[in-house]
């Protein structure tokens, strides 16, 4: 059968000694942009065939083109380069007509690089083959279903609130792409939702959506006329729609999207016809479910056939002149293509952007205390909480988000009901009105809608301090923080990063509501995750430490960092008798302020017979414990871990000397629970004591009183610790 390179070839040629087919457009379109465009699309094409070369070579790792798509060039022309896109993987025509905006740019050179995984991949170094580049604003984007499209939404969102920091221009319009396949993805008609919810209630929303359709998902047709219903209904969002096989009108309708986003702030949707030449990626077997015929025919829809027969209508270039340069094109690439085999330099340590940063500067708390300082009186109502005497965790917590707002100005925390209303649990109670609707704000009931609200707004400038509900909630937004958020800074080598702090209230333990929904003690997710930096808060005395050491990851390394909140101790102010207090601490007022180190773990209670290594809720359950092994002679030391990922395996390590005998007390499930690391990372330290570990059972959490029968207890870590002492 014909390929598409010969094809092409072939009709030049025919069309060489007679005009092309097809009737005459009257669109007025700029010969400059026409040819730019066609070059890009030639471009593309070319880089697409040295890439399946590549791979015959054994050099190249990545075959899923843009053949057929190369009409999104019209996209990137209608666009500044100060533009931020964030596009899919078929955007090499929009790549290649970016780069041709911006002196010294070397597409070839970044595509050939990125595919054959070399450390010269100006984006990724060799992680991905991604399209991104720095200074091109495109900002890499690995998912294929849609993923990214939360994140464009909330930068498009934050563009014109973000006033610190900022990183594109006042008028600069975000610009996102994706295929017919995706747009039935939970996580698109999330964020098309999220974008026309604000787009209702007037909110800047300067978004170009790209929806390329080329009518097939891999293997799986899209149903014909799908793609216009669904998106031609979408409540807020202007509709418009071009074929790329009309470079003239789709070059004018692009021209007029653009222009709408970037004067009325508003979000247009392109729904662009397309087509897909070469199969789903160089593996794909794709006459096995499409035929010959139907392959052939779709070689009439070539946008890059339809842009030479455009050319040579207008009299801009004649067929020979235009095989010409298709030809110079393919050598040029293919040059390029050759020198890259037997001489790619590849990534030593792919992981490395993943670690923490070695250049922490401590003189950050201070810096930050002394700003905070200024306007606290206000901001606390004249009631400043180191004045109030001891505070419970939710009240501390809130104290540090006070100070943390004063402190930070490019700060925002949002989330559902965290503003008027100031959390379910009272945890965010009076920011709004000391900070106002531009920095405290409610968001709609969707967990990817808040989530890419923090991933966008970390990119227009932003602190997100973002707030999950409820951590069962998390779970159907996790992607967001796994192959959006942490993955930002790997795949681009650490020139995007997208730091936050996101607050989750969570773990079980809360009486009398909710069941699993509320109860929610599975971690192992967010513990999976490479660079995402986990802190759980038992006690009031601790809390803003680390919530101030998650601000300053997030601020100065762009580290995703999460803040795990025990809801059962969010207002528990007694340890061991009703009226004690113990577990109510002061606050430290600025600038006696303090972190609490990544890595670092907290010994609350001396003891040499026995140590408890555990977190949140386990710290007061093993502290009573460790009362009632007192009594019997027994001296426990009590070690709050703090820091669940990355695990502080040398701070435990160094914590448990002297003592022989550990007892991790972990009140998530036996089966991926945090004590299952603990004890591989005790064995690989070389410990040489008794190890257990006691854990609630894997299980959902019922509802009411049948929850004790499957959540960890104190008689279960007492019984586990007289074992452990025999």
Known sequence: ??????????????????????????????????????????????????????????????????????????????????????????????????????????????????????????????????????????????????????????????????????????????????????????????????????????????????????????????????????????????????????????????????????????????????????????????????????????????????????LARRGILSPAECLARYEDARKLVMDEARLLVGRVERLADPAAVTAPLTDRRPEAVSAAAARAGDGREAAFGGKLPEARGPLTLAQSINAALHDALLARPSAQVFGEDVARKGGVYGVTRGLRKAFGGGRVFDTLLDEQSILGLALGGALAGTLPVPEIQYLAYLHNAEDQLRGEAASLRFFSAGQYQNGMVVRIAGLAYQKGFGGHFHNDNSVAVLRDIPGLALAVASHPATAPALLRQCLALAEQEGRVCVLLEPIALYHTRDLHAEGDGGWLAGYAAPPEW??????????????????????????????????????????????????????????????LDGVSRVLVVDETRASGGVSEAVVAALVDAGFAGRIARVNSVDSYVPLGPAADQVLLGEADILAAARTLLR
């Open 594 to 655: 303090a972190e609490a180190p990544l890595g670092a773990v907290r010994t609350v209670r001396e003891g040499g017979d026995l140590a408890v290594v555990t977190f949140g809720n386990g710290v007061p359950m093993s502290l009573r414990v460790a009362a009632v092994l007192a009594g019997e002679g027994v001296q426990t030391r009590v070690v709050d871990l703090q820091w669940l990922a990355p695990l502080p395996a040398a701070g435990l390590r160094a914590a």
């Open 1 to 310: 059968m014909e390929s598409i390179d010969e094809h092409v070839v072939r009709r030049l040629t025919a069309w060489s000694s007679e005009a092309p087919t097809g009737t005459a457009d009257d669109t007025e379109v700029d010969r400059t942009v026409l040819l730019d465009y066609w070059e890009a699309q030639v471009q593309a094409r070319h880089l697409d065939l040295a890439l399946r070369w590549l791979q015959a070579q054994k050099e190249g790792f990545y075959t899923i083109g843009s053949s057929g798509h190369e009409s999104n060039a019209a996209v990137a022309l209608a666009l500044r380069p100060t533009d931020p896109a964030l596009l899919h993987y078929r955007s090499g025509g929009f790549y290649a007509a970016r780069a041709g905006q911006v002196p010294g740019a070397t597409p070839i050179a970044d595509v050939l690089h990125s595919a054959a995984a070399s450390r010269h991949d100006p984006i990724s170094g060799g992680r991905h083959k991604v399209f991104g580049h720095r200074a091109l604003n495109i900002i890499p984007q690995t998912s294929t279903i849609a993923s990214h499209l939360p994140r464009a939404m909330g930068l498009a969102f934050n563009l014109g609130r973000a006033t610190v920091r900022r990183q594109y221009p006042d008028d600069a319009v975000v610009v996102c792409s994706f295929g017919d396949a995706s747009l039935n993805h939970s996580t698109a008609a999330g964020a098309l939702n999220a974008v026309g919810y604000s787009a209702h209630q007037g909110l800047p929303m300067p978004l170009l959506l790209v929806c390329e359709d080329n009518g097939i998902g891999i293997s799986t047709r899209t149903p014909h006329g799908w793609v216009r219903r669904a998106l031609s209904s979408l409540p807020g969002i202007e509709y418009l729609h071009a074929d790329g096989t009309d470079p003239a009108h789709l070059l004018a309708v692009a021209a007029t999207a653009a222009r709408r986003v970037r004067a009325e702030r508003r979000p247009v949707v392109l729904h662009l016809g397309t087509v897909r030449f070469m199969g789903h990626a160089g593996s794909d077997a794709e006459l096995a479910y499409r035929g010959r015929s139907e392959i052939l025919a779709d070689y009439a829809r070539d946008p890059v056939l339809a842009t030479a027969a455009a």
